[in-house]
């Protein structure tokens, strides 16, 4: 019978006994159908990381004629999951995330054979490490142009602050599980660690990532990926950008090794008076054009990029590149500023210099009493009685003639140092003078 059922059928056919005698048992087995031995000494251990391996021994006392197979199953916190597997072998090996109860159970049964019941479950439990509610939660991971992986959690509710968590990852091929040494303290935990998986197969590995802290109290967690889920191209690189004529010529340089058919990018133009274009797609090539643009208008591009599904199945977009500025703003409001700048400006240099000579002027006046003032030390003492201070006397003199001196220079400098514009700097120093 067995080699002309074909594989499915057989499997099916399996499953139907499996359940089927699950439903009759313990009770209602008909009389003349033998139970069978279970398989003994069952015990677990911890196998790569994230790997829970549980082996026993054969069934004793199975008859010849019977077909035996070990149908397992895996409970997660006391609920069967879909995952009843049949095989000759002792052992069976799956990844578990280690902050669970796991029950796994097996028993024998003989296939192709209907007069012998299965036996009896044997049954093993394994509880999680460490206190409820202490392990690291909101595990993300990113795996950056298939160079570097970086992951990031929370610490779990009932974790103490001071806990240090710490990631390891391993996956088939590596050999020894790696510890990750360049962790990111923000907003998250994180980590970040080269990984470069052989593509040679052209199928990923599953990583396993395990945090864990080194106290006891700690409940370590385990996260298995799909690489090919969490791939993300890094950000493209805009190269060239050129304005010929009406049209933006853009060019830009692929991010990490993919496979050129692998990605598509999407290219975003914004002008900066009016609305944006909406993005455009671009497959494959790496670079885009834009034609009929505004010759006398500033233009703003990036360019990010995202995985093609049919290469990885992840449709994380990248980060979008460096903005690039392209065109000419021949705006008439830059000139208007312009306009009103000119004069303004030099109406504040023509206070400074006002303000600059006054000060000039009281420097250099006292230079010119300088021979009288010798001769009032001379007679110093006879003038000073009848006329008050000496200083007194300086200022009174002086006073009048300094004014008079810069306000000449008021209209004498205005005109000189006006240029081409008349009117536009007559106003801003009218205005001044109000002031
Ligand atoms: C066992 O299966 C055979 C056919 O495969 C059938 O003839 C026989 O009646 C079955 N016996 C029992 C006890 O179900
Ligand atoms: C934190 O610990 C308490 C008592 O140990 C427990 O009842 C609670 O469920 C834990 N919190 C979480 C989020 O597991
Ligand atoms: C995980 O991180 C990636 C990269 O930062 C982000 O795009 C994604 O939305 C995150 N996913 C979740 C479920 O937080
Ligand atoms: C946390 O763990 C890392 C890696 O094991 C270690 O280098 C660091 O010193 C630890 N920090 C504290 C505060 O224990
Ligand atoms: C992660 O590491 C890679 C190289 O190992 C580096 O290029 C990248 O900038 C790092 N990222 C962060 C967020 O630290
Ligand atoms: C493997 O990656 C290299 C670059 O890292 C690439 O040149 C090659 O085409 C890839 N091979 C396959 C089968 O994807």
């Given at each position: 019978?067995?080699?002309?059922?074909?594989?499915?059928?057989?499997?099916?056919?399996?499953?139907?006994?499996?359940l089927?005698?699950?439903?009759?048992?313990?009770?209602?087995?008909?009389?003349?159908?033998?139970?069978l031995?279970?398989?003994?000494?069952l015990?677990?251990?911890?196998?790569q990381?994230?790997k829970?391996?549980?082996?026993?021994?054969?069934?004793?006392?199975?008859?010849?004629?019977?077909?035996?197979?070990?149908?397992?199953e895996?409970?997660?916190?006391?609920?069967?999951?879909?995952?009843?597997?049949?095989?000759?072998?002792?052992?069976?090996?799956?990844?578990?995330?280690?902050?669970?109860?796991?029950?796994?159970?097996?028993?024998?049964?003989?296939k192709?054979?209907?007069?012998?019941?299965?036996?009896?479950?044997v049954?093993?439990?394994?509880?999680?490490?460490?206190?409820?509610?202490?392990?690291?939660?909101?595990?993300?991971?990113?795996?950056?142009?298939?160079?570097?992986?970086?992951?990031?959690?929370?610490?779990?509710?009932?974790?103490?602050?001071?806990?240090?968590?710490?990631?390891?990852?391993?996956?088939?091929g590596?050999?020894?599980?790696?510890?990750?040494?360049?962790?990111?303290?923000?907003?998250?935990?994180?980590?970040?660690?080269?990984?470069?998986?052989p593509?040679?197969?052209?199928v990923?590995?599953?990583?396993?990532?395990?945090?864990?802290?080194?106290?006891?109290?700690?409940?370590?967690?385990?996260?298995?990926?799909?690489?090919?889920?969490?791939v993300?191209?890094?950000?493209p690189?805009?190269?060239?950008?050129s304005?010929?004529?009406?049209?933006?010529?853009?060019?830009?340089?692929?991010?990490?090794?993919?496979?050129?058919?692998?990605?598509?990018?999407?290219v975003?133009?914004?002008?900066?008076k009016?609305?944006?274009i909406?993005?455009?797609?671009?497959?494959?090539?790496?670079?885009?054009?834009?034609?009929?643009v505004?010759?006398?208008?500033?233009?703003?591009?990036?360019?990010?990029?995202?995985l093609?599904?049919?290469?990885?199945?992840?449709?994380?977009?990248?980060?979008?590149?460096?903005?690039?500025?392209?065109?000419?703003?021949?705006?008439?409001?830059?000139?208007?500023?312009?306009?009103?700048?000119i004069?303004?400006?030099?109406?504040?240099?023509?206070?400074?210099?006002?303000v600059?000579?006054?000060r000039l002027?009281?420097?250099?006046?006292?230079?010119?009493?300088d021979?009288?003032?010798?001769?009032?030390?001379m007679?110093?003492?006879?003038?000073e009685?009848f006329?008050?201070?000496?200083?007194?006397?300086f200022?009174?003199?002086?006073?009048?003639?300094m004014?008079?001196?810069?306000s000449?220079?008021?209209w004498?400098?205005?005109?000189?140092?006006?240029?081409?514009?008349?009117?536009?700097?007559?106003?801003?120093a009218?205005?001044?003078?109000a002031?």
């Open positions: 019978m067995g080699a002309a059922v074909p594989a499915g059928a057989r499997l099916f056919l399996a499953l139907t006994l499996c089927a005698a699950g439903a009759a048992e313990p009770d209602g087995r008909p009389a003349g159908r033998k139970v031995p279970p398989p003994s000494n015990h677990y251990s911890f196998g990381l994230c829970l391996k549980w082996t026993w021994n054969p069934a004793e006392g199975i008859s010849s004629g019977c077909d035996l197979k070990y149908c397992s895996i409970l997660i916190n006391g609920i069967p999951q879909d995952n009843r597997e049949w095989t000759k072998k002792l052992f069976r090996e799956e990844d578990v995330s280690l902050n669970e109860e796991v029950h796994f159970r097996v028993r024998s049964e003989c192709s054979d209907n007069t012998s019941e299965p036996s009896n479950w049954e093993i439990f394994t509880p999680p490490k460490g206190a409820a509610g202490t392990a690291a939660v909101g595990i993300n991971c990113t795996w950056y142009d298939l160079e570097y992986m970086i992951c990031t959690w929370l610490p779990g509710r009932n974790a103490s602050a001071s806990t240090n968590y710490t990631l390891y990852y391993w996956y088939e590596l050999g020894n599980h790696q510890q990750c040494q360049n962790y990111i303290y923000g907003d998250n935990f994180g980590c970040n660690f080269s990984l470069s998986i593509n040679s197969t052209n990923y590995p599953t990583i396993s990532i395990l945090i864990r802290d080194n106290s006891e109290e700690i409940r370590p967690v385990c996260a298995n990926k799909n690489p090919t889920t969490i993300k191209p890094g950000p690189r805009i190269v060239a950008v304005m010929i004529k009406d049209e933006i010529h853009l060019e830009w340089q692929k991010p990490g090794t993919f496979p050129a058919h692998c990605l598509l990018y999407q975003e133009l914004k002008d900066s009016s609305d944006s909406p993005p455009r797609d671009v497959k494959e090539l790496t670079k885009a054009q834009f034609a009929s505004h010759p006398n208008t500033v233009y703003i591009v990036k360019v990010r990029a995202r093609e599904t049919t290469c990885y199945s992840s449709s994380h977009w990248s980060d979008w590149s460096e903005e690039k500025s392209i065109g000419e703003n021949t705006d008439f409001t830059f000139y208007i500023v312009l306009i009103l700048t004069p303004l400006t030099v109406a504040v240099a023509t206070i400074i210099l006002l600059y000579l006054k002027k009281i420097l250099i006046y006292p230079q010119i009493p021979p009288r003032k010798i001769i009032k030390r007679f110093g003492e006879q003038i009685d006329q008050g201070g000496p200083g007194d006397d200022l009174n003199v002086n006073k009048p003639a004014e008079e001196e810069i000449s220079l008021v004498i400098e205005n005109p000189e140092s006006s240029t081409p514009e008349h009117e536009g700097q007559e106003r801003p009218l205005q001044v003078k002031l």
